[in-house]
């Protein structure tokens, strides 16, 4: 059974070559990009790289992560494994010994916490939404929500869904989540207005992928407060309401659905 790799980037130059050279232990089969048409010379490197298939389109960070999906489904056997990987990480041996060791024990209706590793025939049911954040918050919760165990220990949990402030020992540079949540935007900047606008539709899908019980709930967890500031979460909570919140549980929003150790991971 082989491993297949997909992924989504923008303006990861910088860390490009690292990251996938910090990967390649692993020993993929192929390697899936979607360039979100990168201005820093990303797409260019993509293309030299060996084992990497890359294609251009303008997409969310989600939507990229579907497109490069489908294209790996279109290489890849049913019983074989596939994996995301962010492309300004930098893996440490200690991942790639993580992913070895999981990929030997993983069954049919599991789902490891990392990369979404699993068998190549359950990513054929379970699609990643048209999302610029909480789209892997999102997934898991559907996946846990059709079956699946999410598999992981508790640490591993919180390093991904904890908060900031946690030691990952397995990756070097990870600015996409945690404290680094704004960073990982910025490079979408361009001019104030533009990422103003990006930054209200995050607002909207942060709600869509997490689906906090109530506006309070979602404010409360999300803003620093202020009056101006809770209006606009107002309007974006309106709005994710009116575009379809993907909720997974009557009681709990997906967060907490999905960190219940009671229904999902090993303890």
Known sequence: MALFIYGTVFNNAKWLERSIGSIRP?????????DNFSTDGTYEKLRSMKGVQVVQ???????GRQLSLEELLKNAKDDDFAMYMDFDTIYKPAYIKLVNASMRSLKDKEVFIFGMLSKVKANRKIPWRDMLTS??????AHFKASGYRIVGTKDQFMMLYGGTGLKNPYYDNDIAVGENFYKRHSRYRGSNLKFMVRMFKVLIDNERGVAFRSFSDFYSKSSRGGIFLKAAFLFAYVIAKIRGVYSYNASVNNLEYV?????????
């Open 26 to 34: 692993l020993k993929p089969a192929g390697i899936f990009v979607v």
């Open 57 to 63: 389109r303008r997409c969310s960070h989600g939507q």
């Open 135 to 140: 789209e892997d918050l999102e997934r898991h």
């Open 259 to 267: 960190m219940d150790r009671n229904e999902s991971g090993r303890k």
